[in-house]
Structures are given as C-alpha cells and as structure tokens.
C-alpha cells in the first residue's frame, strides 16, 4: 500500500487559513480592478462629456459674436439709409467691420433678395471638395429662410427655402434688419427690422457668417480652452472637431504624417446615433490613428434639422497609464497585504498547533514509558479539554500500572512462596528419599548382622560355657589362667559386639513408657564419668523447664542420649565445653534435645557416612552407635540431625514426639 504523504496540522491550518485570504485577496483584486477600470472610464467618459459641454459654449460663443456683429451693424441707423441708397457705401461700411470682426461672410440684402457683400477673406469652398460640397447647404438654408421672413415681412411671399446659394437670389426692397448667424447654419437666425422714419418696417437683412470648413482657428480655440494644451507623450491629449454630416471639415486631430486629418470621414455607428438620431455620443473610439475617449453632438441648423457635429476627444493613453499606475498599486498594497496574511496565517497556524504538538509529545513520551506526564494546555476550548482527558488517561493509567505492579508484587511474592514452599518439599523429599534408602540399606545390613549375629551367638555360648569351665578347672595362679580369661574378655567383647548388631537389626522390640528427658539427662550425665574421663571438660546444661513427660521407650532414648555424651566427651579430648539443651518445639509438638561440643568436628566427607553402620573413626569404634541411634529415634518418629565444623565443634539434635506416633 503505497503510503500517503503526511501533512503536519500546522501546514493544514496554514493553508485553511491561507485559502479564505487568497480568495479574498483575489477577488478583492479583480473586483478593485474592476472597479478601477470601471471608475477611470466612467469617469474619463464625464470628462470628455465636459469637455463637449466646454467646447459647446465656445462654440456657442463664436456665434453669439457673428450675431452681436450683425445685431450692432444691423440697428445703426445709417446701415438702413444707406441700404436703401448707396449700395457700394454699405459695402464699403460692411468690408472693414468683417474684417476687423474676422468674418468670412458680411453681407446685407434688400426686400429683393438681392444682396451686396464684402468680398470674404477666404476663398469660397470649392465644388470638388469633399468640405466645400455640402457647406453650401446650410448657409444657403439659413439665407433663405431670411429672406423668406423678410419678403413675408414686406407683403411679397416668394419661397426661397431649401435653395443652395442664397446670396445669389434676386434682392428684395430694402429693410433694416440684422442677421444672427453664420456660415454653418447652425443657429437660428432673424432678421429685425429697424425703424426708418415714422413707421419701423423691415427693409433688408444682414447677414454675417464664419466658415467652418478648414476653419481650425476655432478648433484649435476649442481645443486651448479645455485642454489647456495638455500634452502626453509629446501628442496633445484632446482634440475637437467639427463634423459637416460624417465629413471632418476642422479638426486638430493629426494623421500619422502630421497633417490635420481633414476629410476624414465619422464612422457609422457615431453618424447613425449624432446626426439621424440627433442624439450625444460618448464612449471610446479609434480615432484616425489612436484611441480616445470622444464625445459627439449633433449641431442643428436653423430648423433643428442636423447637419453635423461637434466633437471633443481625449487621448486613452494617459488614462491607459493612470489606470496601469493605479492597477500596479492596488496589486502592490494587496500583495503586501497577502505577505502580511501569510505571516499572519502561519503566526496562527502555529499558535493552533503548539497545543496539539504538545498533545502528541505527551502521548510519545507516554509510549516511551514516561509517567506522570502532564499537559498543560490552558485553552479553554477542545483543545484544553483534551488536554484535560489526556491527564486524566494518563492518571488513570498510571493507576492500572500501580494496580497491576501490585499484583505483580503479590503474585511474585506468592511464587517465591510456593517456590519456597515446592524447595522444602523437594528437600524434604530428598530427606525422605535418603532416608528411606538409608532405611533399606540398614534393613539389609541388619537383616545380614541379624543373621551373623544369630549364627555367632550358639557358638559363642558354646565358648562362653566352655571357657567358664576352663577357669573353673584352672586354678587362679596356674601358668595358663592369663590366657584362659583373656579368651572370655574377648568372648564378653563378642558377645557386646554381636548384641549391638541385633539391637542394629532392630531384633528388640521397643517398650513404650513414660520418658522424663531432662532427668533422663541428669542420669546419664552422673554416670557418664564411669564411662570415660571428663577432665578439663565444662558442661553446661540448658533445660526447658516446662517440658513435658514423653511417650517412648526409656532404655532406647537412654542408649542414644548415652552415645551422643560419649561421642562428644571422645571429641574433647583436650577438654571443652559440652552443652546439653531440652527445649519444647509447641507448634510441632515436639522436644528438641541438643548434644554440643567444642570438639574436633567432624570432616566434611565424612558427614554423610557418620549414620552408616559400621563406619568409625576411632581405633576402637564399631561404627554403630549412631547408626543404631538413628534407627531407635526413628522408630520413635523423631529425627537426628547434625551440624559440625572441623576444628570448632559438633551439634547433635534430636527431635521426639511428645506422643508416640507408632
Ligand atoms: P563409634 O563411636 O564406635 O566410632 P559411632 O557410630 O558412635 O561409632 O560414631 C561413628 C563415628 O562418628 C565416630 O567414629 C566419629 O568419627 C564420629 N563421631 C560421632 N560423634 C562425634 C563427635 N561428637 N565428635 C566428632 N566425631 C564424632
């Protein structure tokens, strides 16, 4: 199973907190840009559309000029006298007031129609281009209507609307009037009689104009007051326009080879929108050879009937690179805001998972074996309740291991108890085991003397008797009597030897009495000195006072408490001390005699044989007084037991029964 890529909580917390930060941060981001994008146009676009309305009141001024010019002249008195009379005075009136007031057209006509002008500064706009093939058109328009009013106003009403050139129609009497308008046919226009003797009658018109085609000094006019010759990049940043239907006929808009882009043409969604819908455009667009922000209204004639358009355009660029500047520190400041998010993100990130990493230090440690480990974790949330739990797991599990390390305890002591308990059974076994080989080896050796000793005993009587007869017939002095009761001292030492070895073969029965130990003791301790030497030998006696009257057979008890005397008093042989000690073993029931020397000790080889029959140190031994001694107390249910040390000493102590077991 391939294994999965471990993520640390620190890293998850990071990235959860990450995640929210980067989303918002992205959409704080596409919405700022957004936003920003949105707010530059928009606001782009109320620049451009008040920059329209500035170019408008230029616009609007100019006219406002031709038509002061025409009201001024037209109100004098001296313009309808002499417009009645002298026609080349008028003109010679007119020609310098349009050229001080930079007029192209000044012209006045009478009631006829027929009019009289200062020649224009400028040539007139010539058929072949495309600027001067519909100029006419409102400029005659606007005549017209004039003159139209004006023959209405003199009772004669000839049609001339609608016709091309009115400067060339026929004059009309003459009249006092003056004419507000010009050349573009833009504005309304009226004429107004001014009054000519008693009675005010109109007698004429005035009619001044500018020419709008290639008329850049407007244009430029325009474009120095509300873009106060802002420059980007060396380009100018607005520009204006006027537009005779789609036709660029003025304009400060450049081609790429520097020249005024006149005669280029308005595209058709702006031509469909401005001038057959008479509405505003405002919105951006490819202009010529650059993108601008450009704003579009309709200029209407006289009649309200467009035909063309003022517009006023600003260069995107500059904006391009205030919205690239503001985009750049907008991402900059979100970007040191996504910096700080990050560090913020992995300050908490690792505040969050301290406690948890403390958690699973604790638990290692705990794996480890480590106890009473405590986390100390003071949050008051899941994490301190955890926390919390954990401390109470581990105590509880500290309490488990207490219990089981207890048990441990008791069950250990209980093995050692049984192991002991199994050890002294296995040693008593053991005892046992030597004990009953012990027992059949002497049954056999017993059985063996029983049967030499029986087969010895007739002939020894025979010799005994005999050798009772000899010294009965020898006289004490004769010379063989020495020899004669030498043979019935060794008869006698037969005889002791052979009675031994029944009493080994256990060929006398035992008889049951009551037995006083200690004066028992005292007996034997008062003869013993008959038996062998007690010089420079101590005894010390230790008897219990209390003990009790046993069951046994006297003469038995009394053979071997006299064998284990003798033994010790024969150990001693440079003196000591010997010790002999009663004391009532009450759990067991039992008396404890004790038989101590501070004799020669006995070998350690030798310490297992000292029971078997017939082993003897002594030149004159039998080796059978212990191994008889072990059989009598062993018939008597009580064992015999020996501690020595060479040199130093040995401890003979018997055990009896209080009551007799057998
Ligand atoms: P015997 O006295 O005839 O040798 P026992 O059976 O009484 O026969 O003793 C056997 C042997 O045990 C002795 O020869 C002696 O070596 C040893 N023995 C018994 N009692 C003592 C003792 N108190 N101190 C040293 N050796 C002893």
């Known amino acids: ?51 329209l309305n500035a170019a408008r009141e230029v616009y609007l001024h100019e006219v406002g000029h031709i038509r002061d010019v025409v009201r001024f002249t037209a109100s004098a008195p001296y313009t309808a006298a002499v417009l009645h009379g002298n026609r080349e005075v008028l003109a010679g009136i007119l020609a310098p007031l349009r050229q001080t007031e930079q007029l192209d057209l000044f012209m006045a006509l009478d009631a006829q129609a027929e009019s009289f002008t200062a020649p224009t500064t400028r040539p007139p706009p010539v058929t072949t281009s495309p600027v001067t093939r519909s100029s006419p058109v409102p400029q005659g328009g606007n005549h017209c209507r004039y003159l139209d009013r004006v023959r209405r106003g003199h009772g004669h009403g000839r049609k001339a609307a609608g016709r091309r050139g009115c400067h060339t129609h026929p004059p009309h009497p003459p009249c006092t009037a003056h004419h507000r308008g010009h050349g573009t046919g833009r504005n309304d226009a009226h004429c107004r009689s001014t009054g000519q003797g008693r009675r005010r009658r109109i007698i004429g018109a005035l009619c001044g104009g500018v020419l709008l085609n290639k008329n850049n000094s407007l244009v430029d006019k325009i474009k120095s007051i509300v873009y106060e010759g802002v420059k980007a990049d060396g380009k ?34 702006v031509y469909n929108r401005v001038i057959l819908h008479k ?19 309709p200029i209407l004639s006289v009649d309200g009937v467009p035909i063309g358009s003022l517009y006023v355009g600003m260069l ?150 005999n050798t009772e007869l000899l010294q009965m017939s020898i006289p004490q002095n004769a010379d063989n009597r020495d020899e004669v009761d030498t043979i019935y ?52 006696k230790e008897y219990e006072a209390g003990l009790p009257v046993m069951e046994g057979d006297s003469g038995q008890i009394r053979q071997v408490l006299t064998n284990l005397v003798l ?26 005699i004790t038989v101590a020397d501070t ?53 003979f102590k018997v055990s009896l029964p209080v009551k007799s077991r057998f």
């Not at 990235?15 to 606001?43: D, H």
């Not at 509405?279 to 209204?297: C, G, L, M, P, S």
């Not at 998972?353 to 899941?382: F, M, T, Y």
């Open 316 to 465: 995107e660029k500059p904006y391009t690179a205030i919205k690239f500047r503001l985009g750049l520190l907008f991402s900059g400041v979100l970007l040191v805001g996504a910096v700080i998010g990050i560090a913020v993100a992995g300050w908490l990130a690792a505040r969050l998972a301290k406690p948890v990493k403390e958690l699973e230090n604790a638990a290692r440690r705990v794996a480890a074996g480590e106890r009473d480990v405590q986390c100390l974790i003071s949050s008051r949330d899941e994490l301190g309740d955890l926390a919390e739990e954990f401390n109470q797991m581990n105590r509880a599990l500290m309490q488990r291991e207490d219990d089981i390390r207890e048990l441990n305890r008791g069950l250990e002591d209980k093995v050692r108890e049984r192991t002991t308990e199994l050890e002294e059974k296995n040693r008593l076994l053991e005892k046992t085991r030597e004990q009953l080989v012990r027992k059949e080896k002497l049954a056999a050796i017993g059985e063996l003397a029983a049967g030499v000793a029986h087969e010895i005993n007739n002939p020894m009587a025979i010799i005994r008797g």
């Open 236 to 269: 100018d940043v607005g520009s204006a326009t006027i537009f005779l239907g789609d036709l660029r006929i003025a304009t400060n808009v450049m081609t790429s080879g520097g020249a005024r882009a006149i005669g280029t043409r308005l595209s058709e969604e």
């Open 279 to 297: 509405e505003k455009w405002i919105d951006r667009a490819f202009v010529v050879n650059d993108w601008y922000f450009t704003a579009y209204e």
């Open 489 to 540: 001292q060794q008869v006698g030492r037969i005889e002791r030897i052979v009675g031994n070895l029944l009493r080994f073969a256990r060929q006398e029965k035992k008889q049951l009495g009551q037995v006083d130990i200690n004066g028992l003791l005292e007996e034997i301790l008062a003869q013993i000195g008959h038996q062998a030497p007690l010089a420079g030998i101590r005894i010390m």
């Open 1 to 51: 199973m391939p294994q999965q890529k471990r993520f640390s909580i620190k890293r998850k917390l990071s990235i959860a907190i990450l995640i929210p930060i980067a989303v918002a941060i992205l959409i704080c981001w596409l919405a700022g840009v957004f936003i920003l994008n949105t707010r530059t146009v928009r606001q782009a676009q109320e620049k451009v559309r008040n920059d």
């Open 599 to 651: 004799g020669s000790g006995i070998e350690a080889e030798n310490l297992q044989q000292i029971f078997n029959p017939f082993f003897t140190t002594k030149a004159n031994g039998t080796g059978l007084g212990l191994s008889v001694s072990y059989g009598i107390i062993n018939d008597h249910g009580g064992t015999i037991e020996v501690e020595s040390e060479t040199g130093k000493g040995s401890t």
């Open 567 to 592: 033994n010790a008093i024969q150990a001693m042989a440079a003196g000591g001390m010997l010790t002999v000690r009663t004391r009532m073993e009450t759990t067991k029931e039992m008396a404890e």
